[in-house]
Structures are given as structure tokens and as C-alpha cells.
């Protein structure tokens, strides 16, 4: 007979390995699912799509009800688990049902950490994390009256602060974006590339406030009216996201007594410290490191499904990358790009263009990327950054990208050459530098390639 394998959280992770689950042993486990939010899986990732209306919820769902049915799986939408009994082996759900487990597989994501600010349990204070966050926002798009146009603020300029504020633009909110560090992003981008990011959204209406922190939210009537910055300032809005940070969903681990640091631990084949129980996604800590990008979710999703089929994984966990979706803002960040010693930086900027690239090489190797404006040689770079190959001789040229690094010995009028002809022609900036440096190898060597162009 089938052995039971409830699962709690039907998020991105889970349903990666469901999916290898039921690849490599169909029929192996009777599954239950159980999911907080009213539905199955979606990509959560799309949601910024969604809120700036170039997708559907429709086209983001990624496991809809027949997957589940022809999978044979029982699901639980709606419904959350309030504890797990590693005595009896039963989890029991929020109504006080009791249900057997013979493995259970804890993939609860995380909870939007929501500064506690006074005013921070406003009515429409909110969080970005979910469909229903999303609907508020859009919500507010559809107008608060004829009257004036919607405000929002959005506190972080991180991924999902810009995100959330792009898509709220899209609609035509009013948007302001606080953030409490010197430049946008600053996570995974440097000051320079955080600059043009920051002129790209101004350009389309959003205000940003860097080095600006928060004191109060304001209310009216019990609903959120405005932000208090610590100068004294107040920004009215309809709206406030908070988007500035996460925190593991490990609550229900640490109440069963499994091992918790800052998220439930799990070994290399994503098992906790409890054998019959596995937990992967953004509610596990392996070996000291936390996540927050789908990546190596799904990476730890193949480790579970072997898991689970007897069979022997490990999940190693690689160099992740960034990119923002926010339409027309190409950027794109990988590995550590943070200065220290023994680094050095080969840096290439086109400001008429809106172009910057940095790489951060230390000794032969990459360790660092990036890039603002054109991303289209990213996942090359990335991969020199994840095999760790020595750069050896393209070092001249990396910053072209693959093109130009072709194992030829360096030759700057090749790389010339080998420019697309429209780039050829252009003024003195960028690209150009190309042209005008070919003619002066020697300054254009120099400047570029040792990186403070
Ligand atoms: C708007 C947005 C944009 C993003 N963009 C990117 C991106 O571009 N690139 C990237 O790599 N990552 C991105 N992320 C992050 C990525 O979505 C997450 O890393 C990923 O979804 C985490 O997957 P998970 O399965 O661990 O958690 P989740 O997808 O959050 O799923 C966890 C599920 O568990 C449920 N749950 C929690 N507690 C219980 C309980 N007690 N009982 C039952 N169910 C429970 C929750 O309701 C939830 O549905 C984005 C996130 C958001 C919100």
C-alpha cells in the first residue's frame, strides 16, 4: 500500500517536487496537500506581471485543479496546519482534524516582515507577497474617486519594493518609494548602476526617496493616510507596502520541537532532524545559509524527490543571480561584487545609452557581475562566475562579453571589427569608446580594461 506523505504549503517549491515525485514514482505516496492561500500553485514570481497587467492569474498558474487530479493528490486549499504531532505521527489542521502521516514535508515559504512602525496595523497598510496583495494594489489602481489620483507608498527599494511600485505606476498610481540606504537595490547592485535604476523609474513618474527613513504611518478613520519620514516630512497615500524583507515560515517546526536556528535545519538530502520529516524552500536553513530566490528551491526540490523514493541527492547550493522584472529595466546581478582586497573591477559605462557593466574579478576568476541596461550576455557571465574558470587571456576583452572573447589573443581593432556596424557609428560615448579607443589603444587599454573607465 501507498505510503502517506502529507505535505504542508503548496507554494513554488512544493510543487517542483511534486512534480519530480510523481516523475520518478507515480503512485509511491498517497498525497495530501495543504495550502494557507485558496488555491494551488501559482508562480509567485509572476505576480509583478500580474499587478502591472501584462499577465493573468490564469496564465501565472503553474498546478491547476486537474494536475492535482490526475496526480491523485488531496488537496487542502484554504486550510492551514496549526501543529505537528511527531509522536503520533498527525498533523492537525486549523479545524482540529487530525491526519496521519508515514513522511511529512514541511514547505511553508516565508512571512513578509512588516517593520513594526507606529500605524502599522492601518487598514491598508499591506505586504507584497501573495494574489490578494496583488488585488489590493490593483484594487487601488481602479480609482479611490473621480476625484484625484490614487497615492501609494512603497517602504523598500529592494527587488520587490520596485517591483511592487513599477506595477502600481503601470495602473496610474501615484507611487513614492522610500528607501532608508543611499541607492536602490543595494543588495545586489552597485551605487552606479542603483543611479540609472533610479533615473529609469523617475522617468516613468515614481518618485524615489533614498536615505529616507520612516517614522510614523499616519491614519484617518482607522485607515492608512500618510507616511512621517524621520525629517518631519509626510507623504499622503491610500496605500502603503511594506516590502522590506522576509522571515522564514518556520513557526510550525519550532513548536514540533524540530531543530530551528533562523529556519528549520535540514541536511544535504533535506531531511530535518526529525528522519519522517522533510522541509525545503524559503522556511529551511541548510548549513547556514537562508533563501529567498527560486533558484535553488528547485534545486532542493530534485534532492526531495529522491529523498523521498529511497534514492541519494544532495543539494549543493550554487551562485544565485538577480534580474528585476519591471519592463524596460534590463539589470542583472550576480555573485559578489562588494570591493575588497585583491579585487579588482573592469567597469564600462555608456550613459548616453543608459549602459553599465561591472565585473569584479579576483585573481583569474570572476566573482562578480553587473549589469545595467543591456543584460543580453548575462547567463555567460554567470556561467564563468559558476565554474569558477580562470579568466586566462580574455581578460582584455571580457567586458564585451562572448563575442570578443573568442581565445584570440587580444586585439582591440578585432573586437572593433566585430561590433555590430550601428554601434560603429555612433557619438563619443560608449560603445563609441570602442572605435575611438581602437584608434588609441594604448588610453583606451588602460582606462577600460583596468576597470575605472
Ligand atoms: C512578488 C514576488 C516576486 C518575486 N520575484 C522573484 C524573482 O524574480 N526571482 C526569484 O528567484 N524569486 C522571486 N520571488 C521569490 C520567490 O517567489 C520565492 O522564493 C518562492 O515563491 C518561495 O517558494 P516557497 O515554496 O518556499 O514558498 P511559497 O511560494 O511562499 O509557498 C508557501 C506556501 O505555504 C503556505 N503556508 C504557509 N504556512 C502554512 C500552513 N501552516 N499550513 C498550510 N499552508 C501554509 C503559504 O500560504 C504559501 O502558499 C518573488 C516573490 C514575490 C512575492
Known sequence: MAEKLIVIGAGMASGRALEHLFETAPG?????????????????????????GEKTYEEIVTHDAAWYERHGVTCRFGEKVARIDRAAKVVISETGEELAYDRLLIATGS???????????????????????????????AGVGPERTPRAVVIGGGLLGLEAAAGMAARGIEVTVVHIMGHLMERQLDESAGALLKAALEQRGIRVLC??????????????????????????????????????????????GLEVNRAIVVDDHMVTSDPAILALGECVEHDGQLFGLVAPLYDQAKVVAATLTG?????????????????GCD???????????????????????????????EGERLVGAVFYGDTSDATWYMGLIREKEPIGD????????????????????????????????QGRNG??????????????LADTLAGRA
Open 28 to 52: 509511491a505516496y498517497e498525497v495530501t496537500l495543504f495550502n494557507a492561500e485558496p488555491r494551488g500553485n501559482y508562480n509567485r514570481l509572476m505576480l509583478s506581471p500580474v499587478l502591472s
Open 111 to 141: 512571512t513578509p516582515f512588516m517593520i513594526p512602525l507606529p500605524g502599522h496595523d492601518l487598514k491598508g497598510v499591506v505586504a507584497y507577497r501573495d494574489l490578494e496583495d496583488t488585488h489590493r494594489m490593483i484594487d487601488l489602481g
Open 211 to 256: 536615505g529616507a527613513n520612516s517614522k510614523e504611518i499616519v491614519g484617518d478613520n482607522g485607515h492608512v493616510a500618510g507616511l512621517r519620514l524621520d525629517d518631519g516630512r509626510i507623504l499622503p497615500c491610500d496605500l502603503l507596502v511594506m516590502a522590506v524583507g522576509i522571515r522564514p515560515n518556520a513557526a510550525l517546526g519550532q513548536a514540533a
Open 331 to 361: 539589470l542583472f546581478s550576480a555573485g559578489d561584487f562588494a570591493e575588497g582586497e585583491g579585487r579588482e573591477d573592469i567597469v564600462f559605462r555608456d550613459p548616453a545609452r543608459g549602459i553599465y557593466r561591472r565585473l569584479v574579478l
Open 394 to 425: 580574455r581578460r582584455d576583452m571580457l567586458i564585451f562579453g562572448p563575442d570578443f572573447c573568442g581565445g584570440h589573443p587580444l586585439d582591440p581593432m578585432g573586437a572593433v571589427a566585430a561590433s555590430p556596424a550601428k554601434d560603429r557609428t
Open 431 to 444: 560603445m563609441t569608446q570602442k572605435i575611438d579607443m581602437a584608434g588609441n589603444s594604448d588610453r583606451w
Open 311 to 327: 534514492a541519494v541527492a544532495r543539494f549543493v547550493p550554487q551562485e544565485l543571480s538577480t534580474k528585476l522584472k519591471v519592463t
